[in-house]
């Protein structure tokens, strides 16, 4: 089946420090994967996505390229702000033929302190 | 502005008592989606629909009912037979499905008292 794996938080980081949060998966077929992140207290809103190997999602500053040798697609930002704090969930989903559901990681809680 | 409201953000119930959480989209979206969020779990699929008057079980979907009789609209039931229903429920909506690219509400916190 498709599964996805995290590093466990929380992640606790001091302001403009660098920010990779790992993520690995598995699937059975050619996943299309996604950064989604919450905020404290509301839904997910998504983050950046990558779609087919090498490709590379960017959003406010975050970034994470689809690595298929290594099956891995880690977030990283170069200068995080105590904003940035919130829950990041990696996911992924088979577009065709892989019943068309998400699959998502456990979330890893990000803090970024002054 | 588009989006999906969920209501009520809060609520208590009594054990043995059904409890119907509401979910409206103005996106036009064809598919919608529940999910059940606890600490360390991640997002669990509860139910979700592709298209009006059609609904499909998700991976936990054994103590909860939904109904699509309108586009905008897809309502969870929390009956009695959820063994463990205190939990932050989501629900999200997408153009179709299989595109990944989700949007959510804001959740709606049940707790069994």
């Known amino acids: 089946g498709n599964s996805v794996t995290q590093m466990e938080g929380p992640v606790t980081l001091s302001e403009e420090a660098f920010l990779t949060i790992n993520c690995t998966y598995t699937a059975t077929g050619y996943p299309s994967l996604f950064w989604y992140v919450q905020y404290p207290g509301e839904g997910l809103q998504l983050l950046l996505k990558?779609?087919?190997?090498?490709d590379k999602g960017s959003n406010k500053g975050f970034e994470a390229t689809y690595r298929k040798e290594t099956t891995s697609f880690h977030l990283e930002k170069g200068s995080v702000q105590v904003s940035d704090s919130a829950v990041y969930f990696c996911a992924l989903i088979i577009p065709t033929g892989g019943g068309n559901k998400l699959t998502f990681g456990t979330g890893t809680q990000l803090k970024v302190e002054l | 502005d588009g989006g999906i409201t969920q209501s009520p953000k809060y609520l208590f119930r009594k054990e043995g008592q059904n409890v119907t959480l509401s979910c409206e989209q103005n996106l036009n979206h064809d598919a919608m989606y529940w999910y059940r969020q606890d600490p360390g779990q991640g997002l669990r699929l509860i139910y979700y629909?592709?298209?009006?008057?059609?609904?499909q079980k998700g991976d936990i979907a054994e103590g909860y009912s939904v109904s699509r009789e309108k586009k905008e609209s897809f309502p969870l039931t929390v009956t009695s037979a959820q063994k463990n229903p205190t939990a932050f429920y989501l629900c999200?909506?997408?153009?179709?499905?299989?595109?990944?690219?989700?949007?959510f509400g804001e959740g709606s916190r049940l707790t069994v008292l």
């Open positions: 999200a909506s997408s153009t179709q499905m299989g595109t990944g690219e989700l949007f």
């Open positions: 990558a779609t087919k190997a090498d």
């Open positions: 629909s592709q298209i009006v008057n059609d609904f």
